[in-house]
């Protein structure tokens, strides 16, 4: 059997020169100390998105993106096709884990302040994937063309309209008219499954492309340890095996899930119909729908929601660009303005969205 | 003798006989002396007899006997009073507790307050006065109490008095063109009317459901011939046995009423759809439906129930016996709702009243046999909700069952209504097609739960096997760190 592979695996390192990969994989070196296990957190997004793309397709071989089939494929799926309530419930619960990888994995970098130089392009392209991640969140979610999905949007596309100058113009564009109809979910299912993906494969590409090239960031001091302190493990194979063992586990969670919390599906979308009451977005989106709700309406001269949405584009613009306005460290000295600052976004999320949940 | 010297004959010869009857009133003395209609008529009036002069509302000098101190409009003189002061005349009294005591009256003060509000309260196409004035049904001089045979409202003479305006296409048109004009034509074919062209007081006529001053439109919610409220307007007489006794017609109609599938649904659940008692009975028209209309009458809602039925065997052995067509089986008043019950010839059932089970024509073996598929689709219907809304409770998708249920349900339906047909093979094929869709849909349903069942045993196998896997890799990465730390210290 042994030999079998051996055999298997010269006859594509004849071809692929795969030797030289392994080699190069062989040195590179994961640091090891109390915060590596955040480091995990990369792969698990990444294969989340895998789960994404691969659950993603299996859909498209049954989905029908018009507001006249869309509900009844998904109904299709859910019901007629074999396994396929288990493709549209991973698909949807990967999503939301997904997310919540990538949060997590967001504030690990930012916390150890793993984006400070050369890693700056790294942390740019995360952040736009987050982004993008977010957009093909808002896109999804119309998708099964449901109630629920049909009101958010609408809510979701009305917020966006609010924003001065380009908020009419851009509302149009998302929408494909002045409402949502069945040129919004055109839209949204090219968004979601070609644009997005697109633009998301380059970054991803970019990403990774650095994350080896630059190899893991270290903790701010850790490189200035004496040799005989500085604890490393080889990437391959132990953190790489190490990766798979908690994606095993991940996909477990995410079949569990699938299984006792199967994705409801809810009622057609009636664009004639009043909105049902208790409308939310997606949760990674209520923490700014519930900051939105509390402002008042208007602040001096300004409309509160258009100071709120202008706040949280400014923060967000903020987050994107801190490699290039934390100075101290990239000098590699210790920022407490900035741990402080990520502590009361993290608290801030968190409180608004279990307060957004509850009402 | 032109009119000054008419006046000045009155005032020098007719005026000082006049004054020595008491109680005064120089207007009602000279006028009295002219001849002219108003002073005639008002000697019979209610408000005469009561001492009340013209000058009480026509304004002036009731003591002078001279025409310009007397209607001397510097001094009060109103002249004859035009629209809406006509009423403000009469208010002047009539909405004043006060002053009606004075005069010993007990009627109530808010006529003039219930007219405003009502339908006959709102503008006239003039735009200056209320359609309807106190004058219009009371008349203006001689009025009399409602209570007396010769006054317009009393209630042999209401429908004429009504019928003045609501007669009159023309005028009519005016303010509801949509509103028929032989109300009057119809009032008097129906019960009531006859009886009130007899000369019987007691018997319903316009007042006694519209009301007097606060007529409101029938589509008014507020309205006594609201549909909801109109069974209610009926029973006010219909129920009262004391009232009623001279008519010897039941009085429960109304109890029995509230209680069938049509009261509750009129009454309780505010369907304007469901019949009030002029839907069956006609309402200026009403009457009795008889033995032979029933089925027409019933069918102006149950349309696909009564074309069944007259077209089915039953309809000649009905008319043969004198049997009410719907009525026999379903009950007037009291119509409860039609279950499978009245089906076949057991007990609570109705076939069994005329089919027993040694007749030759089948009746009896066909009605058990309705019966049975009819129960038998009941409960299929039953076992194949029950079995969508288990699979549905545990989180399961079965959105095409549950919209297939809807078939089975309109099986059933249409069962009920073709029984109407009394064919065993029509009632054989709409019944078997619900027992059929009812078969797909508990099929559809088990699946899901069977699925249920297979997806937590898959569950189980895929996450055993994938602990395997996980536990074999951890132990795999121990061994490989044990054997790198092992080669790093050698």
């Known amino acids: 059997m042994n030999s079998l592979l051996r055999r298997a695996y010269n006859w594509l390192d004849e071809r692929l020169q795969l030797e030289s990969l392994v080699k190069f994989m062989g040195k590179k070196y994961v640091p090891v100390h109390r915060n590596s296990v955040w480091y995990y957190f990369g792969g698990v997004s990444l294969f989340l998105f895998l789960i994404q793309v691969i659950t993603g397709i299996l859909l498209l071989l049954y989905y029908k993106g018009s507001d006249q089939l869309a509900f009844e494929s998904i109904q299709f799926i859910m019901s007629k096709v074999a396994f396929g309530w288990l493709i549209r419930s991973i698909h949807s619960w990967a999503a939301n884990l997904f997310i919540l990888a990538v949060l997590i994995h967001m504030f690990s970098v930012f916390f150890e302040k793993a984006y400070r130089k050369p890693r700056e392009i790294t942390w740019v392209t995360g952040m736009l994937m987050f982004f993008l991640a977010l957009g093909f969140g808002f896109s999804g979610y119309l998708l099964p063309w449901n109630e629920l999905a049909f009101f958010a949007t609408k809510v979701g596309t009305d917020i966006a309209g609010v924003v001065p100058i380009v908020g009419k113009p851009l509302m149009k564009f998302l929408r494909g008219g002045t409402d949502v109809t069945g040129a919004t979910l055109s839209r949204f299912f090219g968004f979601h499954v070609a644009v997005f993906p697109g633009i998301f494969t380059i970054l991803l590409g970019t990403h990774l492309l650095l994350v080896q090239r630059q190899g893991i960031s270290e903790p701010m001091g850790h490189e200035n340890q004496p040799g005989s302190e500085r604890k490393t493990m080889p990437f391959f194979p132990n953190f790489l095996l190490r990766d798979l063992l908690l994606w095993l586990i991940v996909l477990n969670v995410l079949a569990i899930l699938a299984v006792f919390f199967p994705w409801d599906l809810g009622r057609k979308a009636d664009p004639f119909a009043s909105a049902p009451s208790g409308i939310k977005p997606e949760w990674y989106f209520l923490f700014m729908f519930q900051t939105l709700k509390y402002l008042p309406a208007k602040f001096v001269f300004v409309d509160g929601e258009v100071l709120g949405i202008l706040g949280f584009g400014a923060a967000g613009l903020l987050w994107l660009l801190v490699p290039f306005w934390d100075a101290r460290s990239a000098r590699g000295e210790s920022n407490r303005f900035l741990n402080y600052m990520g502590l009361f976004v993290v608290v801030y999320i968190i409180f608004f969205t279990v307060v957004g949940w509850i009402a | ?490």
């Open chain 2, 1 to 490: 003798m032109n009119l000054p010297a008419r006046i000045g004959f009155v005032l020098a010869f007719a005026a000082p006989l006049a004054m020595a009857q008491a109680p005064h009133d120089q207007c009602l003395t000279c006028h009295q002396a002219l001849g002219d209609e108003p002073s005639t008529l008002f000697q019979h009036d209610v408000h005469f007899r009561h001492g009340i002069s013209c000058a009480d509302c026509h304004g002036g000098n009731r003591n002078s006997e001279e025409v310009e101190d007397a209607m001397n409009k510097s001094a009060g003189y109103l002249g004859v009073p035009k629209g809406d002061a006509i009423s403000a005349v009469c208010a002047g009294c009539h909405s004043s507790r006060s002053k009606m005591s004075q005069y010993g009256s007990r009627l109530p003060v808010g006529q003039l307050e219930m007219l405003s509000e009502s339908v006959h309260g709102r503008l006239a196409i003039s735009g200056k006065a209320r359609i309807v004035q106190c004058t219009t049904c009371h008349n203006a001089h001689g009025i009399v109490s409602p209570k007396d045979p010769s006054s317009p409202v009393y209630p042999l003479n209401a429908p004429t008095t009504c019928a003045k305006c609501h007669a009159q296409a023309s005028y009519m048109r005016l303010y509801d063109p949509a509103l028929p004009v032989d109300q009057i034509e119809k009032y008097r074919t129906s019960v009531h009317g006859i009886r009130n062209a007899k000369g019987d007081p007691k018997t319903a006529q316009c007042t006694s459901c519209h009301g007097s001053h606060d007529i409101r439109s029938a589509k008014d919610a507020k309205s006594s011939v609201y549909a909801t409220n109109l069974p209610a307007t009926c029973a006010h007489c219909h129920s009262d046995a004391a009232y009623m006794k001279e008519y010897r017609i039941p009085t429960d109609q109304y109890e029995k009423y509230a209680r069938s599938v049509h009261g509750v649904a009129l009454m309780q659940k505010k369907d304007l759809g469901a019949p009030a008692c002029n839907n069956c009975h006609g309402n200026h028209g009403a009457t009795p439906p008889g033995v032979e209309s029933i089925s027409k009458v019933c069918g102006t809602c149950h349309a696909l129930n009564a074309d069944l039925f007259s077209a089915s065997p039953h309809k000649r052995a009905f008319d043969e016996r004198h049997l009410p067509e719907c009525e026999t089986c379903h009950g007037n008043h009291e119509i409860v709702p039609a279950t499978e019950q009245l089906l076949g010839a057991g007990r609570g059932a109705v076939c069994g009243k005329c089919h027993t089970a040694g007749e030759s024509s089948g009746g009896y073996q066909t009605a058990g046999l309705m019966r049975s598929l009819s129960d038998s689709l009941l409960l299929e219907e039953g076992k194949a909700t029950a079995l969508v809304e288990k699979a549905e409770q545990k989180g399961m998708e079965v959105g095409e069952a549950r919209f297939m249920l809807r078939d089975v349900h309109q099986s059933r339906l249409e069962s009920r209504t073709m029984v109407h047909a009394f064919d065993r093979q029509r009632f054989e094929d709409v019944t078997s097609k619900g027992l059929k869709a009812a078969a797909v849909v508990s099929t559809e349903a088990q699946g899901a739960l069977d699925e249920y069942v297979f997806r937590r045993v898959g569950l189980g196998i895929a996450t055993l096997i994938i602990t395997i896997l996980a536990v074999s890799l951890h132990l795999y990465i121990r061994k490989l760190e044990r054997k790198q730390s092992h080669a790093s210290v050698t």
